[in-house]
C-alpha cells in the first residue's frame, strides 16, 4: 500500500497539456511550402520523439510504459505484470542519447536502467541494477522485458494505468 501510495505521487506530475505553438515568422516561404516544411518536420520529430505509449503483453494486465515529454525533460512511468497479480511499477525521468534510454526511477531506492530504443521498440536489459528489485512484488520482474510503441501522443501517454487505474502520465 505504501509504495501504491508513493507511486501516485511520484507520477502525478508524468502527464501534462503541452500544447504546440504557432511558429509560423516570416520567413519568405509560400504557406503551401510551410505546410509542407511543417507536416515533414512533424513526421521526423514523432519518429525520435519519446512521447507516447509503449506496451506489450495481452489482455487486462499489459505492461505499460508511458512517456512525456516537458520541456528539456522526459518524465515516464510504467508497469509490468508477473505472476499472482504481483507487479513492478515506478516513475522517473528519462533520457535518450541514440538507442540508449536511460529510465532514472525517483523513489526510495536507487534504480537506473539502461535500456535499448531502437524501431519504437524499447527493450530492458537482463540483467538490473539491485535497487530496482524495490519497485517489484516477490513475482514480477523487469528483465527483459520489451515494449512495443503503440501511441505516440500525450494523450495516448494517458492511457497507461498504475496499481489502482489511475493514469501512469
Given at each position: 500500500?505504501?509504495?501504491?501510495?508513493?507511486?501516485?505521487?511520484?507520477?502525478?506530475?508524468?502527464?501534462?497539456?503541452?500544447?504546440?505553438?504557432?511558429?509560423?515568422?516570416?520567413?519568405?516561404?509560400?504557406?503551401?511550402?510551410?505546410?509542407?516544411?511543417?507536416?515533414?518536420?512533424?513526421?521526423?520529430?514523432?519518429?525520435?520523439?519519446?512521447?507516447?505509449?509503449?506496451?506489450s503483453g495481452s489482455g487486462d494486465q499489459k505492461n505499460q510504459l508511458c512517456m512525456v515529454e516537458k520541456?528539456?525533460?522526459?518524465?515516464?512511468?510504467?508497469?509490468?505484470?508477473?505472476?499472482?497479480?504481483?507487479?513492478?511499477?515506478?516513475?522517473?525521468?528519462?533520457?535518450?542519447?541514440?538507442?540508449?534510454?536511460?529510465?532514472?526511477?525517483?523513489?526510495?531506492?536507487?534504480?537506473?536502467?539502461?535500456?535499448?530504443?531502437?524501431?519504437?521498440?524499447?527493450?530492458?536489459?537482463?540483467?538490473?541494477?539491485?535497487?530496482?528489485?524495490?519497485?517489484?512484488?516477490?513475482?514480477?520482474?523487469?528483465?527483459?522485458?520489451?515494449?512495443?510503441?503503440?501511441?505516440?501522443?500525450?494523450?495516448?501517454?494517458?492511457?497507461?494505468?498504475?496499481?489502482?487505474?489511475?493514469?501512469?502520465?
Open positions: 500500500m505504501k509504495k501504491s501510495l508513493l507511486l501516485l505521487v511520484l507520477v502525478t506530475g508524468c502527464g501534462g497539456g503541452a500544447s504546440e505553438g504557432n511558429d509560423q515568422a516570416g520567413n519568405g516561404a509560400a504557406p503551401a511550402a510551410q505546410t509542407e516544411a511543417g507536416a515533414a518536420s512533424s513526421a521526423a520529430s514523432s519518429a525520435t520523439a519519446l512521447t507516447g505509449l509503449y506496451e520541456g528539456s525533460a522526459t518524465q515516464f512511468g510504467l508497469i509490468v505484470w508477473g505472476g499472482n497479480m504481483h507487479s513492478c511499477a515506478g516513475a522517473g525521468t528519462a533520457v535518450r542519447t541514440d538507442d540508449r534510454l536511460t529510465l532514472t526511477m525517483t523513489g526510495d531506492s536507487s534504480c537506473t536502467i539502461q535500456a535499448r530504443f531502437q524501431d519504437g521498440k524499447i527493450t530492458l536489459p537482463s540483467t538490473l541494477p539491485v535497487g530496482c528489485a524495490y519497485y517489484c512484488g516477490a513475482r514480477a520482474g523487469m528483465a527483459n522485458v520489451s515494449f512495443t510503441r503503440t501511441g505516440t501522443t500525450a494523450a495516448d501517454a494517458a492511457k497507461a494505468k498504475d496499481l489502482a487505474g489511475d493514469p501512469l502520465c
